[in-house]
């Protein structure tokens, strides 16, 4: 027993001369100033060095933390009290080593009810052990309550992070994945480089290298399209002309089998492919497919300065909505009767939308714009029109990206000015350091999610989203072990 002795620490195995020792009572130490000028607050390492001991009473101190190893070998310790001292958190599994625990007090400490407490509220509800009611003292919502009536879920201890998994270097303006033959591939396009360049992804170093090149000096925009088994590349160049390649099997190379008529692709910005009635199609202008080629179906407007397109299906009516750096978004829509898109309307009064992206949250369907000067906002579909929803910050924006990874909502925002902003559903999230983005492309693979982001200045970076439950390790300063891939 010792009670208001100048104790200022509790060093590890400082009882191990004691090996027979069965009841041990400290009361009111750790109160004085110790040399840092404030109360010291420690207990460390293991306090006994043998499992002899059936009673420790450590209790009205000023002890506000303790080793993860503090009851270690103490498997004949059966009643263990911490009450009445300044303790705000506890070490996962701290009484993991106490076989026979029959009694715990924690009551009269300061507990924060976090993501570091939240094994504390699981191990309750488990043992076998007696346990007085636990109490919060933090954080405020939380301040007075029960411990054993917070839900798991009321801890919110799950967080994501994008981290960097492999930086490719060379610049790219675009990437599209696909898959062919049961292998991911993403097809970039490099205009500094003056090619189309296709990545592969290698399933043991989980990591993508390098295919094949197809040549494309001003290329813009490079879409894989797979028709009946067979691997095309529409490749969309500012000068020059564009052109459609095929994989030929027989030579394992890309082979070039159509130009398009440059009178009606002038500065092509964006490339959409898409199926409507099981015929394939795909927009710059607007190209259908025919037995072995690709022909012009449709020319949708006069030149506008078309900068993006997108396709977007819903109610079971194809649309296809076209941004300009001239005019508001147009909405077309598809006529089966005529096999044509047909206006329908334009997208508010948003000028400057660089870039136009369709994601649904349930039933509701909401668009993204991209605007380089004015703010980007989300806006959402109403049954005939769109509505706006949020408006956000930027300048400099060409991108604006929605996607969907391990269950959450993300949309990031890129800027040739200042960070990429990534966002969740419910607000901002997270900073990218993108200099200036031209796309992002989210892929799914070997149970990874993987954000490809293209630069127009630097590397292309290509991004892993991890989720990090803040509940299996002791603080915010680095990532855990149980650092887990989505």
């Not at 189309?196 to 094949?212: A, N």
Request: charged share 20%; aromatic share 12%.
């Amino acid at each position: 027993t010792m009670v208001n002795a100048a104790f200022t620490e509790i060093k590890a195995a400082a009882f191990a001369h004691l090996p027979l020792l069965q009841f041990l009572y400290v009361s009111g130490f750790l109160t004085g100033t110790g040399a840092s000028g404030r109360g010291a607050q420690a207990v460390g390492g293991s306090l006994l060095a043998t499992g002899e001991g059936q009673a420790a009473f450590i209790e009205n101190n000023d002890i506000r933390s303790l080793s993860k190893f503090t009851f270690r070998g103490l498997k004949s310790l059966a009643h263990l009290s911490l009450a009445n001292n300044n303790l705000q958190t506890l070490p996962r599994e701290i009484f993991a080593p106490l076989d026979i625990l029959s009694d715990l007090d924690l009551r009269g400490n300061a507990l924060t009810c976090d993501c570091q407490i939240k094994w504390l509220a699981e191990w309750v509800e488990r043992t076998n052990a007696t346990v007085p009611a636990v109490f919060c003292s933090s954080p405020a919502r939380y301040k007075g309550q029960n411990i054993r009536d917070l839900a798991l879920e009321d801890f919110d201890c799950v967080t994501t992070d994008f981290v960097v998994h492999q930086v490719l270097p060379f610049q790219s303006v675009s990437a599209e994945p696909f898959t062919y033959s049961s292998d991911l591939y993403v097809a970039l396009a490099q205009p500094s480089a003056s090619s189309c360049t296709v990545l592969k992804w290698d399933y043991v170093e989980r990591k993508l290298r390098d295919f094949d090149r197809i040549p494309a000096h001003s290329a813009v925009h490079c879409k894989p399209i797979v028709v009946q088994s067979q691997l095309y590349v529409v490749v969309a160049q500012l000068f020059g002309g564009s052109y459609i390649y095929r994989w030929d099997t027989t030579v394992d190379k890309f082979v070039k089998i159509q130009d398009m008529d440059s009178r009606m692709i002038r500065k092509p910005n964006d490339i959409e492919a898409f199926q409507i009635d099981g015929e394939w199609y795909f927009a710059i202008a607007q190209y259908r497919w025919h037995q072995n080629g690709f022909y012009s179906q449709q020319a949708l407007h006069p030149w506008h300065r078309d900068t993006d397109v997108e396709y977007v299906e819903g109610e079971g009516k194809p649309r296809l909505i076209i941004s300009s750096s001239s005019q508001a978004p147009v909405i077309y829509q598809w006529s089966r009767a005529q096999k044509q898109f047909v206006p329908q309307g334009e997208v508010g009064e948003v000028m400057d939308v660089q870039m136009v992206k369709h994601f649904r949250v349930k039933r509701d369907h909401f668009l993204c714009l991209s605007r380089y000067i004015g703010d980007s906002k989300v806006v959402r579909w109403e049954g005939q029109h769109f509505t706006e929803l949020q408006t956000l910050p930027s300048r400099g924006s060409m991108v604006m990206q929605p996607f969907l990874a391990a269950q959450r909502q993300y949309m990031v925002l890129g800027s040739d000015f200042s960070f990429t902003h990534v966002y969740l559903w419910d607000g901002r999230f997270q900073e990218l350091s993108v200099q200036a983005p031209r796309a992002f492309c989210y892929i799914p693979v070997q149970g990874m999610d993987l954000l490809l982001a293209p630069s127009f200045k630097s590397s292309t970076l290509v991004y892993r989203h991890v989720v990090v439950d803040l509940s299996l390790w002791g603080g915010p300063t680095a990532c855990p072990a149980p650092c887990l891939p989505a």
